[in-house]
Structures are given as structure tokens and as C-alpha cells.
Nanobody, 115 residues
Framework: QVQLVESGAGFVQAGGSLRFSCTVS????????IGWYRQAPGKQLELVAT???????NYAETVKGRFAISRDNTKNTVYLQMNSLKPEDTAVYYC?????????WGQGTQVTVSS
């Protein structure tokens, strides 16, 4: 059974940094697509950053230049480095992976950025 396990601390002051990781287990296949989404209170789920097929990286306009996604294929792990955090980055962050045409989600991690 494929599982996505997220880890990382979730509370920081504005201007601070956080780093999340997400490890995919239960499969021998590398995800075709893997990345991060977030959902703020009262808002829709939105893409934060993902690795698309071919190694292309997509970032939300609101995080470009501040967030960086990376991956370690040997560990089936993706990382999200978040710098210069703003209160509007407060949300639940979800790891997402597409493995063999099936979509999987992590458990979600709350990020709170205080002003």
C-alpha cells in the first residue's frame, strides 16, 4: 500500500523558514508527479510546487523565489524549503504523488506563520 509520510515543524514567525519532507513508501515505482499543495482556511486547495514528468518544476506565483522543491530519488523523498514566510502562507500543506496513474496524499501538516 502506497503511503506518503510528511515531516517538518509547522510554526514560525514571518520572515522565517521551514523545511518539509515527504517520503513515499509501499511501492517500487518512482512517482511520475510529486509535490506539495496547500489549503488555507476558507480557501481552495492550491498547488505550491511540484515535479512534473521530464523533471519540470511548477511553482505557484505566490511562492516563486521563496520556496524551493527538491527530491532524492534514492530515498523516494521530496523536500520543500520555505523561506521568507509570510502570514498568508499559513495553511495545511499536503504532499501529493502520482504513482502508476493513482493519486496519493500525505496526512497534511499545519503551517502557521505569525506576523
Amino acid at each position: 500500500q502506497v503511503q506518503l509520510v510528511e515531516s517538518g515543524a509547522g510554526f514560525v514567525q514571518a520572515g522565517g523558514s521551514l523545511r518539509f519532507s515527504c517520503t513515499v513508501s509501499g511501492t517500487i515505482f518512482s512517482p511520475n508527479v510529486i509535490g506539495w499543495y496547500r489549503q488555507a482556511p476558507g480557501k481552495q486547495l492550491e498547488l505550491v510546487a511540484t515535479f512534473a514528468p521530464g523533471g519540470f518544476i511548477n511553482y505557484a506565483e505566490t511562492v516563486k523565489g521563496r520556496f524551493a522543491i527538491s527530491r532524492d530519488n534514492t530515498k523516494n523523498t521530496v523536500y520543500l524549503q520555505m523561506n521568507s514566510l509570510k502570514p498568508e502562507d499559513t495553511a495545511v500543506y499536503y504532499c501529493n504523488a502520482l504513482v502508476m496513474a493513482q493519486t496519493y496524499w500525505g496526512q497534511g501538516t499545519q503551517v502557521t506563520v505569525s506576523s
